[in-house]
């Protein structure tokens, strides 16, 4: 059990420009989560997959942000166009079915 | 979806007791518990099943109260190491799509 892998850890980025995230899970959990965090907030939900299955996503999805776990396995985050207000800390997160989540370390954008 | 936490802070001395109350205006089929110290990743603390299942882990601990949508969580005897932000996720329904919403999160610090 190597953990929840989250990469790149830092990434700045300057503004309009397109942004990918990637997230590892662990290999025997078949939910991923993906959130957003912003300084003294909370996670912010942002989408969910069971398997490869993308079963629900925050309205924040429909536009400008995707994401993908094409094999069930690991999963990206796209942002397009970044915007200031996108910096923030996105968390990783995978559980087995109705299991306990595990976190990753999170990925700090920093839109310039 | 998200659930409401009470209080928003709370600031204890070392070896008082805390409550922090987690509700939805949704059925639940489980709740999490989480802890987050500054610029670490969230750890899980606990799942409460329905049942109203009382858990524990070391002094803190925890109960969910189904018909009443909601859970607290239980610091006894704090020490130092409880300082962090506490947040609770619910599950709605183990075979929905539902994913762990949190609520904003508790602040809690313990002083010497």
């Known amino acids: 059990d190597t953990g929840v892998s989250q990469n790149p850890r830092h990434k700045i980025t300057k503004r309009g420009q397109n942004v990918t995230f990637r997230c590892d899970p662990i290999s025997e959990h078949n939910r991923l989560y993906w959130y957003r965090q912003t300084l003294g907030q909370g996670p912010e939900f942002l989408t969910y997959?069971?398997?490869?299955?993308?079963?629900?996503k925050s309205r924040l999805l429909s536009d400008r942000f995707s994401a993908e776990r094409p094999k069930g396995s690991f999963s990206t985050l796209e942002i397009q166009r970044t915007e200031q207000g996108d910096s923030a800390m996105y968390l990783c997160?995978?559980?087995?079915?109705?299991?306990?989540?595990?976190f990753g370390q999170g990925t700090r954008l920093t839109v310039v | 979806q998200q659930p409401v936490q009470s209080p928003q802070a709370v600031i204890l001395r070392e070896g008082e007791d805390a409550v922090i109350n987690c509700s939805s205006s949704?059925?639940?089929?489980?709740v999490h518990w989480y802890r987050q110290k500054h610029g670490e990743a969230p750890v899980f603390l606990m799942i409460l099943l329905k049942g109203g299942e009382q858990k524990g882990h070391e002094k803190i601990s925890a109960s969910f109260n189904e018909k009443k949508q909601q859970s607290s969580l239980y610091l006894t005897a704090s020490q130092l190491s409880y300082s962090g932000t506490y947040f609770c996720g619910p599950d709605l329904d183990s075979n929905s799509g539902y994913a762990l919403n949190f609520g904003k999160g508790t602040s809690l610090l313990v002083t010497p």
């Open positions: 949704k059925a639940l089929y489980s």
């Open positions: 997959f069971q398997n490869e299955a993308q079963l629900e």
């Open positions: 997160a995978s559980s087995s079915q109705q299991g306990r989540a595990f």
